[in-house]
């Protein structure tokens, strides 16, 4: 021991014989900004200490997933949650070998679908997390009428604002230059590698493959393509072992189309070779290695482009801003997601049904207030800027820039009453995120602490916190109705309910770390117990704790469980047809012919009158269980009459 510590102290004086010790190992150290230009290998994300493991070589997946399948062959485990398999080199080959040692696990994937994009068929798993049906839900409550005013106030306020998709682009662009160079330097040396093979094309210089690859990359309207290319040492392999499914033709032609319009000073024969290259129509050991590696590369970019900066930068309204969702996009129409729920059932009727998730950027009873805005944005307006006007005493050198100022009044409409430190915490996060004033790897501290101090400037003034609170109080109760609709929705739609810890109550938390703030789990189960033993009058006088949301919660999932064929089985999502003059304020389907949703939207405009609406409810004796109410009788029922003891109604049939 004494003979280790002296070795120790005479390298640790000696820089030339430590240089030599460290040359023996099988790393080099490196100052750590290096990474975003320069490593060796494949990182998640931009995080240089998680290095991508080869997890498509089958010796590396069963060591590293021998665990888990080992929990699930004993049936300890019945669930996998997978998260990124963008990330994977081929997701479709793993989940095929992940099915065959799990066949009977209930398997979802964390992959965010764009647009219209949909699941690959070949799959083996249930579905997504949900995401996409998150998005489509916050979208009913989403007033599309408010739109144009919205956008109106908030380009008034922050200045006028670069359309939603152009933003996407210039974000994904900073993130690939700065963020993931490393992987786009790799990418650039193989590419050179390969125009070198092709007489036609090894002119091109280094910056033009790299331009080139980049701006395809931004251009990607999707996560990623799914081209399965073998990949061989023999230049003339069989090339009819590589597949390319139209949707993934469809989305290249789409990206280098995109690319070629935004760089013309690019030749666009080497945009044109690279797309031959992506659509595995050039044969070759290194032609498909390209093709699977920038796969893997599109992921990350729109990951970090999107979630982790675009999202940090537009604030028309806030609660769109969420992962796998499209602020430039305001709102979902009922029919809308009638059809999403309908298709559901048809292709993927266990898929995961989600509102709130370890990475939400705000959790969802935060987004349920904050989309009554859509409903009052001359209010908003009003309330704004007489904010904007009283704290300008603090702002120090324009600091706060005003599209920050903005987010931050939002923010704190949607999670109020919130304290001193989660509201710095979060904003702080957020402007690092966006990298405009600051960023996580090169922080301005003059920005934070100006930043900072305006923050706790305005929430020590009482006049400010007042007002604030005097037009919260009035949105407080129907952001929980919202936040009701929306649960009742989730827990009787095609699929599988994921409710995420702490959100039984209301739940006002941001983005991580927020969200991970220890949960009460004694209050609920207390709750939980007490709300077996009230009445709905009782119930909805406990509001403010959160009474009416775990008793929701507690009957959805008893009838789930009570009707386990009807939910996760054969149970048809149909719409119910509803009359009236407030008719376009009501969500109603039934589940097969045992169960019946109804859910308000839009509850501002309702003004807790239903006039003369009306849902007609198929034939036979129904009971509403979250009142008791028995004997409701098919036909044409009113509203005032279904909703007046709770805010939402569920049904079950009788006979």
């Not at 992506?278 to 590369?297: C, D, I, K, T």
């Not at 997601?337 to 993927?348: I, L, M, N, P």
């Not at 003059?446 to 929430?459: G, H, P, Q, R």
């Not at 507690?554 to 008719?583: D, E, M, N, T, W």
Request: proline share 5%; net charge negative; hydrophobic share 35%.
């Amino acid at each position: 021991e004494a003979a280790i510590e002296n070795e120790i102290k005479r390298l640790n004086n000696d820089p030339d014989a430590m240089d030599e010790l460290i040359d023996l190992q099988n790393y080099r150290l490196a100052f750590w900004r290096t990474a975003s230009r320069d490593l060796g290998y494949r990182r998640f994300f931009d995080i240089k200490d998680l290095a991508g493991l080869r997890v498509e070589n089958l010796e590396v997946f069963r060591d590293t997933h021998k665990l888990p399948i080992k929990w699930v062959q004993m049936g300890w485990v019945d669930a996998l949650r997978i998260d990124h398999p963008d990330g994977l080199r081929d997701p479709s080959e793993y989940f095929n070998r992940l099915r065959r040692a799990c066949p009977s696990a209930w398997i979802v994937a964390e992959k965010i679908l764009e647009g219209d994009e949909e699941l690959h068929a070949d799959w083996p798993i249930a579905g997504t997390t949900g995401y996409e049906f998150l998005n489509l839900l916050d979208g009913l409550f989403i007033d599309p009428k408010g739109e144009n005013d919205l956008t109106r106030i908030y380009e008034e306020f922050a200045g006028k604002q670069k359309p939603y998709d152009e933003l996407v682009h210039e974000c994904k662009q900073l993130v690939l230059t700065k963020l993931l160079g490393s992987e786009i330097n790799r990418l650039t040396s193989l590419f050179v590698d390969i125009c070198e093979r092709h007489r036609r094309h090894r002119d091109y210089t280094r910056h033009e493959m790299r331009e080139v690859l980049c701006e395809t990359a931004a251009s990607f309207p999707v996560y990623r393509t799914y081209v399965s290319a073998s990949v061989s040492t023999n230049v003339n392999s069989n090339p009819n072992s590589n597949t390319v499914n139209p949707e993934d033709e469809k989305y290249i032609n789409e990206a280098v189309t995109k690319a070629m319009e935004q760089r013309r000073d690019l030749d666009s024969e080497l945009f044109r070779f690279l797309k031959n290259l992506l659509l595995l129509r050039v044969n070759g050991s290194l032609e498909n290695e390209l093709a699977m590696r920038f796969q893997q590369l599109t992921g990350p970019a729109m990951a970090k482009g999107v979630e982790d900066t675009a999202l940090y930068r537009f604030f028309r309204l806030s609660s769109l801003n969420e992962v796998g969702g499209d602020p430039g996009r305001f709102g979902t129409s009922p029919e809308k997601f009638t059809e999403h729920c309908v298709k559901s059932q048809t292709t993927r009727p266990f898929q995961m049904l989600t509102t709130t998730t370890h990475d939400t950027k705000r959790s969802e009873d935060v987004r349920a207030r904050l989309a009554l805005l859509s409903e009052i944005p001359l209010r908003w307006e009003d309330r704004v800027n007489q904010w904007k006007k009283h704290n300008e005493k603090y702002r120090s050198d324009e600091i706060p820039d005003r599209n920050t100022e903005y987010l931050l009044y939002q923010t704190l409409v949607g999670a109020w009453p919130i304290d001193l430190h989660r509201i710095s915490d979060y904003m702080l996060k957020a402007v690092r995120e966006a990298k405009q004033h600051t960023s996580w790897t090169k922080q301005n501290e003059d920005y934070e602490e100006k930043l900072s101090s305006f923050i706790e400037s305005v929430m020590g003034d009482e006049t400010f916190s007042q007002d604030l609170k005097g037009f919260v109080d009035d949105l407080v109760n129907p952001g929980r109705i919202n936040s009701l609709s929306q649960t009742l929705i989730k827990l009787t739609s095609p699929g599988i309910p994921d409710i995420y810890q702490g959100c039984e109550l209301w739940d006002l938390s941001l983005v991580d770390p927020d969200n991970r703030r220890p949960v009460d789990f004694e209050l609920r189960q207390r709750l939980l117990h007490e709300s077996t033993l009230l009445s709905p009058e009782e119930i909805m006088a406990r509001m403010d704790e959160g009474m009416p949301k775990i008793w929701l919660t507690r009957q959805a999932l008893h009838l789930r469980r009570q009707h386990p064929s009807l939910f996760c089985g054969k149970g048809a999502h149909q719409p119910l047809p509803v009359r009236g003059s407030k008719a376009e304020h009501l969500i109603a389907f039934k589940r097969g012919e045992k169960a019946i949703t109804l859910a308000p939207r839009l509850v501002i405009e309702l003004h807790d009158d239903w006039d003369n609406t009306e849902v007609e409810l198929p034939r036979g004796l129904w009971k509403n269980i979250l009142t008791g109410d028995d004997e409701i009788e098919g036909g044409f029922i009113a509203l005032e009459k279904l909703l007046s003891r709770f805010p939402v109604a569920l049904l079950v049939k009788k006979k």
